[in-house]
C-alpha cells in the first residue's frame, strides 16, 4: 500500500487528476464534499476546477464516474463559473455518460443537464443533446430523447425552444430501434401538452399507424394548462409563488396573467420549415401565363397550385408573380382560370404571412372588382383570396381601395365588398379598428343600406353589426346619428349574431402576435372587458340624476342613464363620450306642449305668456325662470318648455328685458333638461335672429353654447352658420362667426364639419360687410389652431389682399397650441385613454387632409413611362423620371393609385448613376407631401428599400435618402416601419453607413414613440453586434441607441436577448445595458390632458401607514431606471430637451466619475450672510413669484456655483427631471455627513426645492418631499431656526403643493410642515398658512384650515396672529365656502378653537350669517366636546402640560397614518420654541431625549417609588396639583397611544360620512382577527357597541331615507358594521366586556333591523339580515350571560310598555329569550342570579300578572314563567336565596311565585330542604320593616326622574338625608347610569351650597336624566355589578377610597385635596330603587371621551378587575371652579335642549 500513501498527501484537485482510479475516486468524493461545504457561491475555490469537471464526468473507470457524476451535479449547483463548463460537459455526459449500463449513472448524467438548465444554460445543453440524437448508438439516442421531454416537462415550452426538436421529430419516428421510437412517441405526447395543435402539421407526414397511435394518446393528455414546475435561477419569484399556490393545496387558480406567460400560444406556423419555390416555378412558367391556349395558362397555374400548398413559404421577391397571377385574376376571360389564380394567390398570402403584406395594395383592388363574377366557386376562391390576403397586412392600409369600390354601380361588387369588410371587421380589435377608420367605413356602409337591392342592403347591415360589436357602441353610434330605429335594431340585430375572431377576449389578447398578449396597447375595449365597463358605467350615473350637476362639473346632459354608457372608463375613445348620448324626441304638436307646460309652470305664467302689457309678459318671465330653476332633470319637458317662450310673440318679442330673459331661460333649460335636438330646432332660428342685437346678443351666445353642450358642438355650429348666411343680416352674420371661434376654442375642434364650414367661411370672406370677413378671419385663424398649415390650400385662389390678410392671421398663431377644450366633449372623457387622445389630435388634422381635392395619377403611370423609367440608356431613364416629377407637380395631391410606379422607382434606388438615385429620391419625398398619411400601404415596397440606400458610400446620397426616410416618416408615423423583419434584415447588412445612420434615424425616432411594435426586438441581436462592430462611429451611435431600445423592451428583454452572446461579447454588451439602464428616459407622456391621471393610481389609499409611503418613495431612488408609469407625467418637456441631454450624458460620465468624491457644499464664511444682505439692498432679486421665470433660476445658479460641487449643480438644473432625481438621491446620501455645508447652503437648497415643485414629475415631487421631512429632522436635532429670509422663500411655495390632487403628497407636506413648527415659530407658521387660505385651489384651502386647527390645538390661541379675533373672523369667512371640504375643515378648525377656548369663540368669531352660525353650532354640538377650564391660565402656569394634551389630540387627528411615536416627539419638542408667554429657560427645561429614551421610568426627584406596572390604570390620568415636579409629560402619553388611538378609530366609527365609518369599522376589525392584537381593545368594548349602534340608528333614521344616497354604501356600512361585530363576538374575553345598558340598546338596534322592511328590499338585504341573525346568537352566546339576560328582560319590559314598539319586535326579544333559556342549564353557574331576580322581579312590578294577561299574545307571560321555572330547576330552593337585592319583595309576586313552582316541584320530588325554605320565610319578615322607608324614597326618586318635578324631588331628597343621616340611597344609585348618579350628586351638593349661602346660584336647572346632551364625564367604564363580596356582605365605599389613596400616591399625588369637600359616599349612602342603566344615558359622556383622553373634571378609572366593581365613578371637581362650570353648563343645555325642540 505503500503508493497509496503517495497520492492521500495531494491536494484534491491534483487527486481527481491521477492516473490511479482509486486517487481519483477518493478526489471525486473528498471534491463533493467541498463543494457541499462552500457556502459562497463566488469563492474562488470554484475556479480551480473549471477545467476538471469534464474528466469528473468522462472517468474511465465505471465506480470512479459515478463519484465523478455526483461531483459535478454538485459543482453545477453551487458555483458561480458553472456556466463556462456547460458545453464541455454536456457533450461528455451525451457521449460517456448516456452510454453506461448502470441506471444510476444515466440518472445523475440526466440531472447535470437539467442542472445546467436550471442556471440559464438551456440553449448549449439543448444543442448537445439535438447532436447526440444524430449518434449511432440507440442507447444515447433514447437517454437524450428522455432527457430532452423531462426538461419540457419540467421547464416548459418557454425555457426550451421546440422548434429544433419538432424538426428532428419525424426522423426519430422513422427509426429502426423500437426503443428510439417509443421515446420520441411519448417525447410528442409531451410537445403536445404544451402546443396542443400546433403539432399536427409537423407530423403529418410520418407512417399513418404512428400518427394514429399518436391521436390516440394525445385525446388522453389532459386538457388543463401545463405548469412550468421548475424554475431557472432568475425565476426565483416565480418559484415561491408557485410553491405558495402548491402549499394552499394545488393550484388555486392561481395568478390569473402568469397563466397567460405560463404557456405562450405556439403557432404551428412558426414550427414549420420554409420551403423556397421561386426556383421550382417551371422554366416556362412567364410564357406560359401569357399563352394564347387556355389549357397551357391552366398548366401554368396549376403548378403554381402545388407549390403554394406548402404552408410556409421562404421570403423573396415575388412581385413578378404577384403582377401575372393579378393579371389572370383581373383580365382572363376564363372564370376558371380566375378561380385557379385566386387560389394561388390565397395560397401565397398564406405561405408568406406579413411578407405578402407588399403585394396586397395591388391585388386588392383587382379582386374586388372581379366579384362582378356570378359564378359561386369564381366567388368562392374570390373571397378566400381576399381574406387570406387580409391577414398579411392591415386594414388601415387597404382601406383606400376597398372604398374606392364601395361606390360601383355593380350590386355584386358592393354585395361581396359589405361582406368582406364585415369578414374583416371581426379580425380587429378597438385598436386596429380607430375611428379614423370607421369613419368613411361607415359612411359608405349606410349608402348601402339604403340600396335599393336587398342582398346589399343585408350585406351593409352585416357589416355595420360587426363594427357595432367590435368597436362598441360608443365608438360607432356618432356615425349612425341618422339611421332611423327599425334599421338601427336591424344593426343590432347582425351585432348580437357576430361571433369574433378573437373570441370576447380583450382588445389586447387579440394581438398575440408573438404569444405574448401586448399589453398597454389597448385598454380592455371590445369584449366582456369593454362591456363590463360600459355596464358599471351605465349603472352609476342613477343616483346622480338627482343632482343638479354631475361630477365632472358642468351641466350634465344625460337622459337616460343608460345612455351614459358613453360616458365610462369604457376606454381610449373615450373623447367623443357624449355623442353616444344622443336624445331622440319626436315632434310634439302645440297642443300636447301646452298641456305638458301647463302641468310645471304656474298658471299665471301661461296665461301671461302673450300678454299686451310687457310689464306683465316679464313678471310671467321671472315665474317661468324660477319654475324652471327647480325643475328636476328628469321631469323636464324641454320641447313644450322651448315652444312655449316660442309662442306669439315669441322671437319677436319687442322689449329687449323680456326678450333678455327669454333668452336665458333658453339657456337654463338647455343646461338643466334633457335637451334634445328637435328642442334645439324650434329655438336657434330666433337665437341667429338676436345674436347680432347689441342689448340681447350675448344672451343669444350663452344660450347657444348651452344648446351647444347639450346636442354637441359640430352639429349646432352647422345649423347655426346655416342659418346666419340665410339671412341677409351682416351684423347676425359676423356675430355668428364670433360665436363660433370662441366655441371651438371651448369645445375642442373634434367632429366639426370643416367642409361645410370652409365654404360658408369662403361666402364670409366674399362678404361687402368688413366685419363679416373680419369675423371669418377670426374663425380662419381659430381653426388653424387645430388643423395647421394644411388649411391655407383651401385659399389659394383667394385674392391676394384678403391672402395676406388670412396670412397675418395664421402668423399670429404660429407657435400657440390649441386650448384644451373646457366644455362638452372633453368633460365627459375623463377616462379616456391616451391613445385616443393622440389620435384626437392626429383626426383632426388627417380629416382636413382627407378633405383636399386629390388626383387620380394612376392613368398617367403608362406601361410606356414605366418603360422609359427602366431603359438601359440613363437619359431615357432621367426622361422618365422628370416626367414622373412633372405629374406629381401639377396634381399637387394624388390618390393612393400609382400603377406600376412603385416597383419601376425601387428599381432606380439601386441605379449605378447616383444622379438618378438623388432625383429618384426626391420624387418620393414628393410622392409622400402629395399622398398624404395614404402613403402608408408602399412603406414596405418603397420605403424600406430607401432605408437601403443610408448604406450608399456618398455623403450627399445619404443625406438624402435620409430626408426622404424623414419626409415618409412624418407622413406615416412610425408603426409602418418598425413592423415585420424588414428593419432588422436592413440592420443585419454589414455596411457601417447602413448601420450608423439607421440607428441614429432610430435614437431620433424611438424617444418620440409611446408604444412600438413588438417586431423591435427582432433588431436588438444586430443591435448588439453593433455595438462591437469594428467601425466606432457605429459603435457609439449603437450606444447612443441603448436606452431607446431599452426605454420600450425594458431592461429584461434587453439582459434576455444577450444569452445567444459569445461569453467575453455578453459581459461587455451587459455592461453597457447596466450603463443605458442608468441614461434610460422615460417614455414621452401623453397628451398633457392625461399627464395628470397617470400618477394618479399610486396614491395609496388614506389611511396607509408611513411606512407604505416611505417604501413607495424609496422605489424610486434604490433603482436610477425610473418607473416608466411614474415618469409618464414628465411632460413634454423630457420628450424635446431630454433627447440631446442623454446624448451630451453618456460620454463624459466616464471622465467625471472621478471626481465626484468631495464633498458637495461649501461652506463659504459669511455667504448666507452676504446672500441676505444683497437681497435686503435690494442688488439681486427677491424670491417671490408666481411661476419662476428664468432670471430667477439664472440668479440662483450663479449663487449657487460658489457653494455647490460643480457636477452637482449640473444635475440640479439638469433639463431632464431624472437628474433632478439623481441629485436629490445624491442629497439625501450627503445629508448627514455634510450638516455644516446643508446649513451653510440652506437658504439656496430651500430655494432650489422650490423651482422642483413648479415641476410636473410626480417622481421628483415625492423625492424632494422625502428630502425635506430628512432635512427638516436634522436641523431640529442641530436645534437650528429657520431665518425670515429663508422662511418666507420657502414656506409659501410648499403651502401650495398642500394643495396637490394626490393624497400622498398631501400628507407629505401636511408632515412637513408640522416639522417645521420645531424649527419656526408656530405663530409665524400660522400667517403664511393663513395665506394659503386665500388660495383659488379648495384642496389648499381646506388642508390649510386644518392645518390651522393642529396648530390651535398644539400650542393654544397665541399662535393666532395678528390676534386671535382678527384669526377667527378670517377663519370664519370659509364657513360659507362654495366647496364642500373647504367647509367642513373651517368648521372643524373652529371646533377645534371652541375645545382649547370655550364660549369665547362666538365673541371672537364676531357676526356670522344665520346659516352659517347654525352650521357651526351644529357641529359644535356633534363634537360633543366640553371646553377645558381656562386653558390661557393653564398656558402660562405650565406651558410644558398644554403641549401635552394637545400633542395627543393633533395626533389622533391625524389619523394613524403616521408613526405615532416620531409625532409624539416632535410635539413635545415644539414646546421649546412654542411662543407661549412663559418660556423655559435651557437649564431648567425637562431632558426630553433622556426621557425619550428611557422607557417608561418615571423620573421624579423624589424617593425611590414603587415602579408600579401603570398598564392597570385605564384611561391616561390627569394628575391633580401634583406634590413635586409634574411626572414626565410623556409617562402618560406612552399609554395613552394606543388607547387613545384607538378611542379617536371609534369615535369615527358613529361618523355621519358612511366612508369614515367604513374605515374605522375596516381598522377594527383588522384590530380584532388578529389575536396578539385584539387585546389593545379590551376596555374600549362599550365606548365601540356604543359608536356601532349609533351608526345603526343613524343608518336607519337618516341615511336609509336618503333618496340621493346609493344603497350598495349602505348595504357596504351593514356589512362592516356586522363583520367587525361578529369579528368582536368571535373573542369571548372581549365579549364578556360589554355592559348591560350596551347590550340592551345593542340589541334593541339589531332587531329594529331585522325588522326593516326597506333593508328587504335592497339588493343584497337578505343577506344582511341573515348576518345579523347570525351576529345575534353569536351576542346571546358570547357577552356575559348575567348582563346579557338582564339587558333582555329590560328590553322586554320597555317593548312592551312601548306603545309605538311593533308585536313583532317584542315577539323577537322573547325568543331571545327563549334561546338563553335553552342555555342556561351550562350557563347557570356563571349568572349573577341576584341581579337576574332583581330585574324580574322589576318585571313583575311593572307587569303584575293580571296586566300581562291582558296581553294580545301569551307569550310574554309564558316567556316568564319558562325562565322562572327553568332556574328552579336548575337551583333548587337555593333560589330562594337569591332575592338579596330586592329591597321590598312584596312589591311583585317574585316571590310567591318561586314558593309554588319549589311546591310544586317539592310535592313531585318528596318534602326536601324544608329548612331552606323557612330561613326563606324569615328572612323576609326581617326585611318587611325597612318596607315603609324604601316606599319613602321609591317616591323620591320617581320625582327625581321625572321632568316636571325633578328639583322639587332633589330637594325632598336633601332633607330626607339630613334627617335620616343613616338612610342608605345606595342601591338606588347602584343600577342607574352613571349620569343619573353624577346627577343626584351635584344637585345635592348644588342645593347644600346654596343653603349654607357659599353659592349665589338659584337651583333652577332642570336638567333630566334622559337627556342625551350629557354635561359631566361619566366614568368610561359603567360597572355594574353587585356590591358584594364572596360571603355575601356589603363593602361599604371606604375600601374603595382607602385603594384610591394607596394608588394617587404610588403616582405622588396629594391627598389632601379630597378631604376638601365631603365625599359623594358620605351624602348618599343608604339604598333606594334602582333604574336601568341605559347607555344612551352614557353616551355623549363616553364619545366625548373617545375624542380626548384627559378630562378637565379629573376623574381616576379604575380597572374593574382591580376594584371587583365600583359603584360610582369618584368625581374630583375642585369647588373653586364649581360655580363657572354650572354656569357654562346651564347654558349649553338650554343650548342643546332648544335644538331638540
Avoid at 380583450?506 to 394581438?511: I, L, V
Avoid at 323636464?636 to 333668452?663: D, H, S
Wanted: glycine letters at 6%; proline letters at 5%; a neutral charge.
Amino acid at each position: 500500500m505503500g503508493d497509496d500513501s503517495e497520492w492521500m498527501k495531494l491536494p484534491i484537485d491534483q487527486k481527481c487528476e491521477h492516473k490511479l482510479w482509486k486517487a481519483r475516486l477518493n478526489g471525486y468524493e473528498e471534491a463533493l464534499k467541498l463543494f457541499q461545504k462552500i457556502d459562497d457561491e463566488k469563492s474562488p475555490e470554484w475556479s480551480k476546477y473549471l477545467g476538471l469537471i469534464k474528466k469528473f464526468v468522462t472517468d474511465s473507470n465505471a465506480v470512479a464516474q459515478l463519484k465523478g457524476l455526483e461531483a459535478a451535479l454538485a459543482y453545477v449547483e453551487n458555483a458561480h463559473v458553472a456556466g463556462k463548463t456547460t458545453g464541455e460537459v454536456a457533450s461528455g455526459v451525451v457521449n460517456k455518460v448516456f452510454n453506461q449500463p448502470k441506471a444510476r449513472a444515466k440518472e445523475l448524467g440526466l440531472d447535470i443537464c437539467l442542472m445546467y438548465i436550471e442556471i440559464e444554460k438551456g440553449e448549449a445543453v439543448q444543442e448537445e443533446l439535438l447532436k447526440g440524437l444524430d449518434n449511432k448508438n440507440p442507447k444515447i439516442i433514447v437517454a437524450c430523447i428522455e432527457t430532452l421531454r423531462k426538461a419540457l416537462s419540467e421547464f416548459g415550452s418557454k425555457i426550451i425552444s421546440l422548434k429544433p426538436i419538432i424538426k428532428v421529430l419525424p426522423k426519430l419516428f422513422e427509426s429502426r430501434e423500437k426503443a428510439v421510437r417509443d421515446e420520441a412517441k411519448l417525447l410528442a405526447v409531451e410537445i403536445y401538452r404544451w402546443i396542443r395543435d400546433a403539432l399536427r402539421p409537423p407530423l403529418q407526414n410520418i407512417n399513418s399507424v404512428q400518427l394514429k397511435e399518436l391521436e390516440e394518446e394525445w385525446v388522453k393528455v389532459s386538457s388543463a394548462a401545463p405548469k412550468q414546475t421548475r424554475f431557472l435561477r432568475s425565476q426565483q419569484e416565480l418559484k415561491a409563488k408557485f410553491e405558495q399556490q402548491q402549499a394552499v393545496g394545488g393550484d388555486a387558480d392561481g395568478g390569473g396573467d402568469d397563466e397567460e406567460e405560463a404557456v405562450p400560444q405556439v403557432d404551428a406556423y412558426e414550427l414549420l420549415e420554409a420551403v423556397e419555390i421561386l426556383s421550382k416555378l417551371p422554366k416556362d412558367f412567364y410564357e406560359k401565363i401569357e399563352a394564347k391556349k387556355w389549357q397551357e395558362r391552366k398548366e401554368a397555374l396549376e403548378a403554381v397550385e402545388l407549390l403554394v400548398k406548402n404552408p410556409k413559404l421562404e421570403s423573396g421577391d415575388y412581385a413578378d408573380l404577384v403582377k401575372v397571377l393579378k393579371k389572370v385574376v383581373g383580365k382572363d376571360t376564363n372564370v376558371m382560370l380566375v378561380a385557379l389564380a385566386a387560389k394561388c394567390l390565397a395560397g401565397l398570402a398564406a405561405g408568406l404571412r406579413k411578407k405578402f403584406g407588399q403585394y396586397a395594395g395591388h391585388v386588392v383592388p383587382t379582386i374586388l372588382e372581379k366579384f362582378k363574377e356570378k359564378k359561386p366557386q369564381v366567388v368562392q376562391a374570390l373571397q378566400e383570396a381576399i381574406d387570406a390576403i387580409f391577414l398579411t397586412t392591415t386594414l388601415q392600409n387597404i382601406s383606400e381601395d376597398v372604398l374606392a369600390v364601395m361606390d360601383n354601380k355593380n350590386p355584386t361588387i358592393k354585395q361581396q365588398t359589405s361582406l368582406f369588410i364585415a369578414r374583416s371587421f371581426r379580425h380587429c380589435t378597438p385598436s386596429t379598428l380607430p375611428k379614423s377608420l370607421l369613419k368613411p367605413f361607415c359612411a359608405a356602409l349606410l349608402k348601402h343600406i339604403n340600396d335599393s337591392a336587398p342582398e346589399v342592403r343585408d350585406a351593409g347591415f352585416e357589416a355595420l353589426g360587426t363594427a357595432l360589436k367590435v368597436a362598441g357602441e360608443k365608438a360607432v353610434n356618432p356615425f349612425l346619428a341618422d339611421v332611423d330605429k327599425l334599421k338601427l335594431d336591424r344593426i343590432k340585430e347582425c351585432a348580437e349574431k357576430v361571433e369574433l375572431v378573437y373570441g370576447k377576449k380583450t382588445g389586447g389578447a387579440a394581438e398575440k402576435k408573438e404569444g405574448k398578449p401586448i399589453t398597454g396597447k389597448t385598454p380592455a375595449l371590445s369584449g366582456t372587458g369593454g362591456d363590463k365597463e360600459t355596464k358599471d358605467a351605465a349603472t352609476k350615473p342613477g343616483p346622480l340624476k338627482k343632482a343638479p350637476a354631475v361630477k365632472s362639473g358642468g351641466p350634465p346632459k344625460k337622459g337616460k342613464p343608460a345612455a351614459a354608457a358613453g360616458m365610462g372608463g369604457a376606454g381610449a375613445k373615450g373623447k367623443k363620450g357624449p355623442e353616444t348620448k344622443e336624445i331622440f324626441e319626436s315632434e310634439l304638436s302645440i297642443e300636447v306642449c301646452e298641456e305638458k307646460a301647463a302641468a310645471v309652470l304656474p298658471a299665471s305664467c301661461i296665461q301671461q305668456l302673450d300678454s299686451g302689457n310687457w310689464k306683465e309678459r316679464l313678471a310671467c318671465m321671472e315665474e317661468f325662470q324660477k319654475a324652471v330653476e327647480l325643475m328636476e332633470r328628469s321631469e323636464m319637458p324641454c320641447q313644450a318648455l322651448v315652444r312655449m317662450l316660442a309662442k306669439k310673440p315669441g322671437w319677436k318679442e319687442t322689449n329687449f328685458q323680456v326678450m333678455q330673459m327669454k333668452l336665458h331661460i333658453v339657456a337654463l333649460i338647455a343646461q338643466k333638461g334633457n335637451f334634445s335636438k328637435t328642442s334645439a330646432q324650434v329655438v336657434l332660428d330666433g337665437l341667429v335672429d338676436k345674436v347680432g342685437d347689441v342689448k340681447c346678443g350675448s344672451n343669444a351666445k350663452e344660450a347657444m353654447t348651452a344648446i351647444a353642450e347639450a346636442c354637441q358642438l359640430p352639429w349646432t355650429a352647422e345649423q347655426v352658420v346655416a342659418m346666419a348666411f340665410s339671412q341677409k343680416n351682416p351684423k347676425n352674420q359676423s356675430e355668428t362667426l364670433n360665436w363660433l371661434s370662441n366655441a371651438i376654442k371651448e369645445f375642442g375642434f373634434s367632429g366639426l364639419n370643416v367642409k361645410a364650414f370652409i365654404s360658408n367661411v369662403k361666402t364670409a370672406l366674399a362678404a361687402t360687410n368688413p366685419a363679416v370677413r373680419t369675423s371669418a378671419i377670426t374663425l380662419l385663424g381659430v381653426m388653424y389652431l387645430y388643423v395647421g398649415p394644411p388649411l391655407r390650400m383651401f385659399f389659394e385662389d383667394e385674392k391676394p389682399a384678403l391672402l395676406s390678410q388670412i396670412d397675418a392671421e395664421f402668423e399670429k398663431m404660429q407657435g400657440q397650441t390649441a386650448p384644451p377644450p373646457t366644455r362638452g366633449i372633453s368633460r365627459h372623457s375623463g377616462g379616456g385613454g391616451d391613445d385616443g387622445e393622440e389620435e384626437e389630435q392626429e383626426d383632426v388634422g388627417n380629416d382636413v387632409v382627407d378633405l383636399l381635392p386629390r388626383t387620380d395619377i394612376g392613368d398617367k403611370i403608362t406601361a410606356e413611362l414605366v418603360s422609359k423609367i427602366g431603359d438601359k440608356n440613363w437619359k431615357i431613364r432621367k426622361e422618365g423620371l422628370d416626367e414622373v416629377t412633372s405629374i406629381i407637380n401639377d396634381a399637387k395631391f394624388i390618390q393612393p393609385n400609382i400603377g406600376e410606379l412603385p416597383a419601376a422607382l425601387k428599381s432606380r434606388l439601386n441605379d449605378s448613376n447616383k444622379i438618378l438615385v438623388q432625383q429618384t429620391l426626391s420624387i418620393l419625398q414628393q410622392l409622400a407631401t402629395a399622398m398624404g398619411p395614404n402613403i402608408k400601404q408602399h412603406v414596405k415596397n418603397l420605403g424600406i428599400p430607401v432605408i437601403t440606400v443610408l448604406g450608399d458610400s456618398k455623403n450627399n446620397v445619404r443625406a438624402a435618402a435620409l430626408a426622404t426616410v424623414n419626409a415618409w416618416a412624418e407622413q406615416t408615423g412610425m408603426k409602418e416601419w418598425l413592423e415585420g423583419e424588414d428593419l432588422s434584415e436592413e440592420l443585419k447588412k454589414e455596411n457601417p453607413f447602413l448601420r450608423q445612420e439607421l440607428l441614429g434615424w432610430l435614437a431620433e425616432k424611438l424617444p418620440t414613440l409611446r408604444s412600438v411594435p413588438s417586431d423591435l426586438l427582432l433588431c436588438v441581436p444586430h443591435l448588439y453586434s453593433c455595438l462591437e462592430d469594428r467601425n466606432g462611429d457605429v459603435r457609439k451611435k449603437a450606444q447612443d441607441a441603448l436606452p431607446f431600445f431599452m426605454m420600450h423592451l425594458g431592461f429584461e428583454k434587453m439582459a434576455k436577448a444577450t444569452g445567444k452572446l459569445k461569453p467575453t461579447s455578453k459581459d461587455q454588451v451587459l455592461a453597457m445595458l447596466e450603463k443605458a439602464k442608468a441614461n434610460m428616459p422615460a417614455k414621452p407622456a401623453p397628451p398633457v390632458k392625461a399627464s395628470s391621471r397617470v400618477v394618479g393610481g399610486a396614491a395609496p389609499a388614506k389611511f396607509q401607514p408611513a411606512s407604505a409611503l416611505a417604501e413607495d418613495s424609496g422605489s424610486n431612488n434604490t433603482e436610477s431606471k425610473p418607473d416608466p408609469k411614474k415618469a409618464k407625467a414628465g411632460g413634454a418637456s423630457s420628450k424635446a430637451k431630454g433627447v440631446q441631454g442623454k446624448k451630451v450624458l453618456s460620454k463624459p460620465n466616464l471622465k467625471e466619475d472621478d471626481d465626484k468624491s468631495g464633498p458637495i457644499f461649501i461652506i463659504v464664511p459669511n455667504g448666507k450672510e452676504q446672500r441676505m444682505k444683497d437681497e435686503k439692498g435690494l442688488k439681486v432679486l427677491k424670491w417671490n413669484f408666481t411661476t419662476p421665470r428664468d432670471e430667477y433660476i439664472e440668479q440662483l445658479k450663479t449663487q449657487m456655483s460658489s457653494c455647490v460641487a460643480k457636477w452637482l449643480q449640473d444635475e440640479m438644473f439638469h433639463a431632464d427631471f431624472q437628474h433632478h432625481n439623481k441629485a436629490l438621491a445624491v442629497m439625501i446620501e450627503h445629508l448627514e455627513s455634510e450638516k455644516d455645508g446643508v446649513i451653510s447652503c440652506l437658504d439656496l437648497i430651500l430655494k432650489w426645492l422650490t423651482l422642483r415643485f413648479f415641476d410636473t414629475n410626480t417622481s421628483v415631487l415625492m423625492k424632494a418631499l422625502e428630502y425635506l421631512k430628512l432635512l427638516f429632522n436634522l436641523l431640529s436635532q442641530e436645534e437650528y431656526h429657520l431665518t425670515e429670509n429663508e422662511a418666507s422663500s420657502f414656506i409659501p411655495y410648499l403651502i401650495l403643493k398642500v394643495g396637490e390632487p394626490k393624497d400622498v403628497i398631501r400628507k407629505d407636506v401636511r408632515a412637513i410642515l408640522n416639522r417645521m413648527c420645531l424649527i419656526y415659530p408656530a405663530s409665524k407658521m400660522f400667517t403664511f398658512i393663513m395665506e394659503g387660505t386665500k388660495s383659488k385651489n379648495s384642496k389648499q384651502r381646506a388642508e390649510c384650515l386644518e392645518e390651522l386647527g393642529c396648530l390651535v390645538e398644539s400650542y393654544g390661541m397665541n399662535v393666532c396672529q395678528p390676534t386671535p379675533g382678527k384669526a377667527l373672523k378670517e377663519m370664519a369667512t370659509h364657513i360659507g365656502d362654495r366647496d364642500n371640504t373647504v367647509r367642513n375643515a373651517a368648521l372643524n378648525t373652529i371646533v377645534t378653537v371652541y375645545n382649547v377656548h370655550g364660549d369665547q369663540v362666538f365673541k371672537l368669531i364676531g357676526n356670522l350669517s344665520e346659516k352659517d352660525m347654525s352650521m357651526l353650532e351644529e357641529r359644535i354640538k356633534r363634537s360633543a366636546k366640553r371646553p377645558s377650564a381656562a386653558p390661557v391660565r393653564q398656558a402660562e402656569e405650565k406651558p410644558q402640560r398644554t403641549q401635552n394634551i394637545s400633542a395627543n389630540a393633533s395626533m389622533l387627528r391625524r389619523g394613524p397614518a403616521e408613526d405615532m411615536s416620531s409625532k409624539l416627539n416632535q410635539n413635545r419638542n415644539m414646546g421649546s420654541h412654542s411662543e407661549t408667554t412663559h418660556t423655559v429657560p435651557r437649564e431648567f427645561q425637562l431632558d426630553l431625549d433622556e426621557i425619550e429614551n428611557d422607557n417608561g421610568t418615571v423620573r421624579c426627584e423624589m424617593p425611590a417609588l414603587v415602579q408600579h406596572k401603570l398598564d392597570d390604570i385605564f384611561e391616561p390620568v390627569l394628575i391633580p396639583e401634583p406634590k413635586i415636579r409634574a411626572v414626565s409629560p410623556h409617562f402618560d402619553d406612552m399609554h395613552s397611544n394606543t388607547a387613545s388611538t384607538i378611542n379617536f378609530v371609534i369615535s369615527q366609527v358613529a361618523s355621519g360620512d358612511i366612508n369614515t365609518s367604513i374605515q374605522a369599522l375596516a381598522q377594527i376589525d383588522e384590530v380584532l382577527r388578529q389575536e396578539d392584537k385584539a387585546e389593545a381593545m379590551s376596555g374600549h368594548i362599550d365606548q365601540f357597541l356604543i359608536a356601532t349602534f349609533m351608526q345603526l340608528r343613524l343608518i336607519y333614521n337618516t341615511h336609509m331615507a336618503d333618496e340621493k344616497l346609493d344603497k350598495d354604501e349602505i348595504v357596504k356600512l351593514y356589512s362592516c358594521i356586522i363583520g367587525s361585530m361578529i369579528s368582536l363576538f368571535q373573542i369571548e374575553s372581549l365579549a364578556r366586556e360589554a355592559s348591560t345598558g350596551v347590550l340592551k340598546d345593542l340589541m334593541h338596534g339589531l332587531i329594529t333591523l331585522m325588522l326593516d322592511s326597506r333593508v328587504e328590499d335592497l339588493e343584497e338585504g337578505e343577506q344582511v339580515i341573515r348576518s345579523v341573525n347570525l351576529l345575534v346568537v353569536k351576542v346571546l352566546e358570547k357577552s356575559d350571560q348575567t348582563n346579557i339576560l338582564s339587558a333582555l328582560l329590560v328590553l322586554l319590559q320597555d317593548s312592551l310598555l312601548a306603545t309605538a314598539s311593533s308585536p313583532k319586535f317584542s315577539e323577537l326579544v322573547m325568543k331571545c329569550l327563549w334561546r338563553m333559556v335553552r342555555l342556561l342549564p351550562e350557563t347557570i353557574n356563571s349568572i349573577n342570579l341576584d341581579r337576574i331576580l332583581l330585574d324580574i322581579h322589576i318585571f313583575m312590578k311593572v307587569f303584575p300578572k293580571e296586566k300581562l294577561k291582558q296581553c294580545k299574545s301569551e307569550f310574554p307571560i309564558r316567556t316568564l314563567k319558562t325562565l322562572l321555572h327553568t332556574l328552579c330547576k336548575l337551583k333548587g330552593p337555593k333560589i330562594l336565596d337569591h332575592l338579596t337585592m330586592i329591597d321590598n319583595k312584596n312589591e311583585s309576586e317574585l316571590e310567591a311565585h318561586l314558593c309554588r313552582v319549589m311546591k310544586h316541584s317539592m310535592d313531585q320530588t318528596g318534602s326536601k330542604a324544608d329548612k331552606d325554605t323557612e330561613k326563606g320565610a324569615s328572612r323576609i319578615e326581617e326585611k318587611a320593616s325597612k318596607a315603609k322607608v324604601n316606599d319613602i324614597l321609591a317616591e323620591i326618586f320617581k320625582k327625581i326622574g321625572s321632568k316636571e318635578n325633578t328639583k322639587e324631588g332633589l330637594a325632598e331628597l336633601y332633607e330626607y338625608k339630613k334627617k335620616y343621616s343613616d338612610a342608605d340611597i345606595e342601591p338606588f344609585l347602584k343600577n342607574s347610569s352613571q349620569f343619573f348618579q353624577s346627577y343626584v350628586e351635584r344637585g345635592l351638593r348644588l342645593i347644600e351650597t346654596e343653603r349654607e349661602g357659599k353659592g349665589r346660584i338659584a337651583a333652577s336647572t332642570g336638567i333630566s336624566p334622559q337627556m342625551e346632551g350629557t354635561c359631566v364625564p361619566a366614568s368610561t367604564h359603567t360597572v355594574s355589578s353587585s356590591i358584594g363580596n364572596t360571603n355575601g356582605e356589603e363593602v361599604g365605599p371606604s375600601v374603595y377610597l382607602e385603594r384610591l389613596k394607596i394608588l394617587r400616591q404610588r403616582c405622588g399625588l396629594d391627598n389632601a385635596k379630597q378631604e376638601d369637600r365631603p365625599p359623594l359616599m358620605s351624602l348618599l349612602s343608604k339604598p333606594a330603587v334602582p333604574t336601568v342603566a341605559s347607555s344612551t344615558d352614557m353616551l355623549h359622556s363616553k364619545l366625548s371621551q373617545l375624542r380626548e383622553s384627559r378630562e378637565q373634571y379629573q376623574h381616576l378609572d379604575l380597572d374593574s378587575n382591580q376594584t371587583h366593581s365600583s359603584g360610582i365613578g369618584t368625581t374630583l371637581a375642585s369647588p373653586s371652579s364649581a360655580a363657572a362650570n354650572i354656569d357654562d353648563l346651564k347654558k349649553r343645555l338650554e343650548r342643546i335642549k332648544s335644538s331638540r325642540k
